[in-house]
């Protein structure tokens, strides 16, 4: 399939007023939309034969397809299709009527060599909501809370200056954190 990048387009400025819909004199329906149904599939890494966890084959019809994206293709049309594998050399493709082909890859068998393995996913559309969305209504004044901890002192213009220490300091670590001490 082939996907476009977004594109960013600026929306409106918010105001604040309250959004009003006018009625139409015709109905609206809450009825889910005729969209078709969504297919991905995933090309299995390594290439290889498909195969289900006990190493079989799985259950599949085999049609000829002219390249992977139209054995891809062929596997999308159809309800009960789990993936494909399609080996390029034969041009062979391979419809799986059950998930289960889809454990793993077989590369090490001469037959299965150049073949790709594809499961595909099934997302369908689904219902319109049945309820309105609920929307708050815009308030008159900002609704964060004021801060509670009290302010600190204004700085001074006086640097401050320590005094020198007969006592040798230690750079060794402390169990604790140090808080340094202004004088």
Do not use: K
């Amino acid at each position: 399939p082939t996907t476009s990048s977004p594109t960013i387009s600026p929306t409106a400025s918010p105001s604040d007023a309250p959004t009003t819909l006018s009625p139409t004199d015709s109905p609206t329906s809450s009825a889910p939309t005729s969209s078709p149904t969504i297919h991905q599939c995933l090309e299995l890494t390594p290439s290889g034969c498909c195969r289900t966890e006990t190493d079989e084959h799985g259950t599949f019809d085999e049609i000829t397809a002219a390249s992977a994206a139209q054995c891809v293709h062929a596997c999308t049309q159809s309800a009960t299709c789990f993936g494909v594998e399609y080996n390029p050399r034969t041009m062979v493709c391979e419809l799986h009527a059950s998930d289960d082909a889809f454990n793993h890859t077989e590369s090490a068998h001469e037959d299965c060599i150049d073949v790709q393995c594809f499961q595909c996913l099934t997302v369908a559309p689904t219902a319109a909501p049945t309820e309105m969305p609920t929307t708050q209504s815009p308030t008159d004044g900002p609704t964060t809370q004021a801060p509670t901890a009290r302010p600190t002192a204004s700085p001074s213009d006086a640097p401050t200056t320590l005094s020198p220490t007969d006592a040798p300091t230690s750079s060794a670590p402390t169990s604790s954190p140090t808080t340094p001490q202004c004088i």
